[in-house]
């Protein structure tokens, strides 16, 4: 079992930064890939951006150049540093791991960008 606890949100002006935090308890050596996801009203959840224990990343067109995934193998921590972000980044971002038999999500933290 792998446990997420996301933190770092909170209310934001547009063109402002943030920056999120997923701590991540219990088998974190079978974690292989991170991710963060959002999920504005109404909308399905999406990826913003992952990260494999390798390094590579990818991201969501919307927030690329914007938004940056890093992780710390010592702190068992994810990182997701958003910079000059827009109304509509506003969402609950969640915190994802996967490890070779599952996928775990944290409970979520609310980003809200206002115009």
């Known amino acids: 079992q792998v446990q997420l606890v996301e933190s770092g949100g909170g209310l934001v002006q547009a063109g402002g930064s943030l920056r999120l935090s997923c701590a991540a308890t219990g088998r974190t050596g079978d974690i292989y890939a991170n991710g963060w996801y959002r999920q504005a009203p109404g909308k399905q959840r999406e990826l913003v951006a992952s990260?494999?224990?390798?390094?590579?990343?990818n991201y969501a067109d919307s927030v690329n150049c914007r938004f940056t995934i890093s992780r710390s193998n010592a702190k068992n921590k994810v990182y997701l540093q958003m910079n000059s972000v827009k109304p509509e980044d506003t969402a609950v971002y969640y915190c994802?791991?996967?490890?070779?038999?599952?996928?775990?999500w944290g409970q979520g933290t609310q980003v809200t960008v206002s115009s």
């Open positions: 994802n791991a996967k490890t070779l038999d599952s996928t775990y």
């Open positions: 990260i494999t224990s390798g390094g590579p990343t």
